[in-house]
C-alpha cells in the first residue's frame, strides 16, 4: 500500500485519543512517565528504583521533616493547576528544612489519587516538584516514594537535609534583647487565599477554575504566594551563618508561629507595627507565607534577605504589637482560618 492510500484512521494523531487515566496504567507505567521529570539530589548514591535510597550524609547528621497536602483541607483543584501543587509540596518541605539552618538534599514523595485521575495530573505534579527544586534548592532531588488510590487527591513529602557542620537552629535559642527579624513575604499568601474565597468562587461558593485563573491573573502576586510560594531557601543557611539563635518556618500565620517560637524559647516578642506592612491582621495571621522568622543577638548584623521586625523580651509567651495584645488570627488543620480572612 502507497502512503496515499493510507486510510484517516491510520494517519489519525495519538492527541486525538482520550487521556490515560491512572485506572488503565499499571503502577510500574506510571513510574515510569514520572521518573524521567524528577531531579536527581546531588546527594544519592541509589535513586529511585530499589526499595529505599541511599544518600551521602557528609556531616555526620541529617534534618528530616515530613507534610502532606489533601484535595479538600489543604487545596482546591480548580484553583491549583498540577504543576502548582507539586512545587508548593516541595516548597513547604524546603521551608522546614532551611529553618533549621540546612541546605535540602532530597525529597520523598508519595501521592495517593482517585484511579479516574488523568495521568497527566500526575506528571504535572512531577514536573512543578522538578521546577521548584531547582530554582529554590539546586542540587535537592527525588530520590523515591510511593503511589497508592484514594478517594482524595494526596501528596506526602518527606524532605532531607545537611546542617553542613554546623548546629541546628532551635526554636528554643532566643534570648531577651535578641533582634526578631524576617525573610520572605508577609501576608501575601493570606491575601491571594482570601481573594480565592471571595471572587474565585461560583453563586453557590463552589471553588471554579475560570474565576480562579482571572483573579490570578489580575492578582498574580497574592495568589502566586498562595499557590505556589517562593520561601527563601538559601537564607535557612545563612541566618545560621550570621549566629541567628532561634528561627522557624511562617505556616499557621505569624501571631501562631512568634507565639510558638516565645513559648519554646521562654521570651516574649514584641512586633513593630510599622513593619508588618499596610495590613497588620493580614500579616499577623494570613499563614502559609513561609518565610522565615528568625532571632539575633542584639549586635549581630542581619544577613541580606532579613529585615528587623520587632525585639525578643522577658515577657515570657507574649506576642505583643508595639507593646499591646493584638486580636489572634492563623491557621489550625482541625478548626480552619482564625479571624484573620474575613
Same mark, same amino acid.
Given at each position: 500500500? /502507497? *502512503?496515499?492510500?493510507?486510510? *484517516?484512521?491510520? /494517519? $489519525?494523531?495519538?492527541?486525538?485519543?482520550?487521556?490515560?487515566?491512572?485506572?488503565?496504567?499499571?503502577?510500574?507505567?506510571?513510574?515510569?512517565?514520572?521518573?524521567?521529570?524528577?531531579?536527581?539530589?546531588?546527594?544519592?548514591?541509589?535513586?529511585?528504583?530499589?526499595?529505599?535510597?541511599?544518600?551521602?550524609?557528609? #556531616?555526620?547528621?541529617?534534618?528530616?521533616?515530613?507534610?502532606?497536602?489533601?484535595?479538600?483541607?489543604?487545596?482546591?483543584?480548580?484553583? $491549583?493547576?498540577?504543576?502548582?501543587?507539586?512545587?508548593?509540596?516541595?516548597? /513547604?518541605?524546603?521551608?522546614?528544612?532551611?529553618?533549621?539552618?540546612?541546605?535540602?538534599?532530597?525529597?520523598?514523595?508519595?501521592?495517593?489519587?482517585?484511579?479516574?485521575?488523568?495521568?497527566?495530573?500526575?506528571?504535572?505534579?512531577?514536573?512543578?516538584?522538578? #521546577?521548584?527544586?531547582?530554582?529554590?534548592?539546586?542540587?535537592?532531588?527525588?530520590?523515591?516514594?510511593?503511589? $497508592?488510590?484514594?478517594?482524595?487527591?494526596?501528596?506526602?513529602?518527606?524532605?532531607?537535609?545537611?546542617?553542613?557542620?554546623?548546629?541546628?537552629?532551635?526554636?528554643?535559642?532566643?534570648?531577651?534583647?535578641?533582634?526578631?527579624?524576617?525573610?520572605?513575604?508577609?501576608?501575601?499568601?493570606?491575601?491571594?487565599?482570601?481573594?480565592?474565597?471571595?471572587?474565585?468562587?461560583?453563586?453557590?461558593?463552589?471553588?471554579?477554575?475560570?474565576?480562579?485563573?482571572?483573579?490570578?491573573?489580575?492578582?498574580?502576586?497574592?495568589?502566586?504566594?498562595?499557590?505556589?510560594?517562593?520561601?527563601? @531557601? #538559601?537564607?535557612?543557611?545563612?541566618?545560621?551563618?550570621?549566629?541567628?539563635?532561634?528561627?522557624?518556618?511562617?505556616?499557621?500565620?505569624?501571631?501562631?508561629?512568634?507565639?510558638?517560637?516565645?513559648?519554646?524559647?521562654?521570651?516574649?516578642?514584641?512586633?513593630?507595627?510599622?513593619?508588618?506592612?499596610?495590613?497588620?491582621?493580614?500579616?499577623?495571621?494570613?499563614?502559609?507565607?513561609?518565610?522565615?522568622?528568625?532571632?539575633?543577638?542584639?549586635?549581630?548584623?542581619?544577613?541580606?534577605?532579613?529585615?528587623? @521586625?520587632?525585639?525578643?523580651?522577658?515577657?515570657?509567651?507574649?506576642?505583643?504589637?508595639?507593646?499591646?495584645?493584638?486580636?489572634?488570627?492563623?491557621?489550625?488543620?482541625?478548626?480552619?482560618?482564625?479571624?484573620?480572612?474575613?
Amino acid at each position: 500500500m /502507497t *502512503p496515499a492510500a493510507k486510510t *484517516p484512521a491510520a /494517519t $489519525s494523531p495519538t492527541a486525538a485519543r482520550p487521556e490515560q487515566t491512572l485506572a488503565e496504567l499499571s503502577e510500574g507505567q506510571v513510574l515510569a512517565r514520572i521518573f524521567p521529570r524528577l531531579p536527581g539530589a546531588a546527594t544519592q548514591l541509589l535513586g529511585p528504583g530499589d526499595d529505599a535510597a541511599v544518600l551521602r550524609a557528609p #556531616d555526620g547528621r541529617f534534618v528530616v521533616t515530613t507534610d502532606m497536602m489533601i484535595q479538600g483541607p489543604d487545596f482546591r483543584m480548580a484553583w $491549583s493547576t498540577p504543576h502548582d501543587l507539586g512545587w508548593k509540596a516541595a516548597a /513547604t518541605n524546603l521551608s522546614d528544612v532551611a529553618a533549621m539552618g540546612a541546605r535540602p538534599t532530597a525529597l520523598v514523595v508519595a501521592i495517593a489519587a482517585p484511579p479516574s485521575t488523568p495521568i497527566s495530573v500526575i506528571e504535572g505534579i512531577a514536573d512543578g516538584l522538578r #521546577d521548584c527544586c531547582e530554582a529554590l534548592a539546586p542540587g535537592c532531588g527525588v530520590v523515591g516514594g510511593d503511589l $497508592s488510590a484514594s478517594d482524595a487527591l494526596t501528596l506526602a513529602v518527606t524532605a532531607f537535609g545537611d546542617l553542613e557542620g554546623r548546629e541546628p537552629v532551635l526554636r528554643s535559642g532566643a534570648r531577651p534583647g535578641d533582634r526578631v527579624a524576617l525573610a520572605g513575604g508577609l501576608g501575601e499568601a493570606g491575601a491571594g487565599l482570601a481573594l480565592l474565597f471571595r471572587h474565585g468562587v461560583d453563586a453557590n461558593g463552589v471553588p471554579d477554575a475560570a474565576l480562579a485563573s482571572a483573579v490570578r491573573e489580575q492578582y498574580p502576586v497574592e495568589v502566586g504566594a498562595q499557590l505556589a510560594p517562593r520561601p527563601p @531557601i #538559601d537564607l535557612g543557611p545563612a541566618a545560621s551563618l550570621a549566629g541567628a539563635t532561634a528561627m522557624m518556618d511562617l505556616s499557621d500565620g505569624l501571631f501562631i508561629d512568634a507565639g510558638r517560637l516565645a513559648t519554646a524559647s521562654g521570651v516574649g516578642i514584641d512586633f513593630a507595627a510599622d513593619s508588618l506592612g499596610d495590613s497588620v491582621g493580614l500579616a499577623l495571621g494570613g499563614g502559609e507565607d513561609h518565610g522565615l522568622l528568625a532571632t539575633f543577638p542584639a549586635g549581630a548584623v542581619l544577613p541580606e534577605g532579613f529585615r528587623l @521586625i520587632g525585639m525578643a523580651t522577658d515577657a515570657a509567651g507574649t506576642v505583643l504589637v508595639d507593646g499591646r495584645t493584638h486580636e489572634q488570627g492563623g491557621w489550625d488543620p482541625y478548626r480552619g482560618w482564625d479571624g484573620a480572612l474575613g
